[in-house]
Nanobody, 118 residues
Framework: QVQLVESGGGLVQAGGTLRLSCAAS????????MGWYRQAPGKQRELVAT???????NYADSVKGRFTISRDNAKNTVYLQMNSLKPEDTAVYYC????????????WGQGTQVTVSS
């Protein structure tokens, strides 16, 4: 059974920081590109950042220079360090695992709320 469990969300003032974590189980972690997506009220889910097993990263323009994605393959965990948070970063943040070997399955976590007050 695949599980992606996010943690670390919460309420923070503009300019503050949060670190999200996503612990994965039931997948071969190193065979997955890991990512973070977010969905604000009334908007579509959008890409925030992705990271390959080799450490290559990709970021949405809106978060470049403020957010950093990383992964610990020994712990089957992916992180999102969020600095200089803005009210427009308020959203539910979802962890995503996309297999690049075998089944090519895509799995999602349940989401964690991030709220940035002005």
């Amino acid at each position: 059974q695949v599980q992606l469990v996010e943690s670390g969300g919460g309420l923070v003032q503009a300019g503050g920081t949060l670190r999200l974590s996503c612990a994965a189980s039931g997948i071969i972690f190193r065979f997955n590109v890991m990512g973070w997506y977010r969905q604000a009220p009334g908007k579509q889910r959008e890409l925030v950042a992705t990271i390959t097993n080799g450490g290559s990263t990709n970021y949405a323009d809106s978060v470049k220079g403020r957010f950093t994605i990383s992964r610990d393959n020994a712990k089957n965990t992916v992180y999102l360090q969020m600095n200089s948070l803005k009210p427009e970063d308020t959203a539910v943040y979802y962890c995503n695992a996309k297999a690049v070997v075998g089944s090519l399955a895509i799995n999602w976590g349940q989401g964690t709320q991030v709220t940035v007050s002005s």
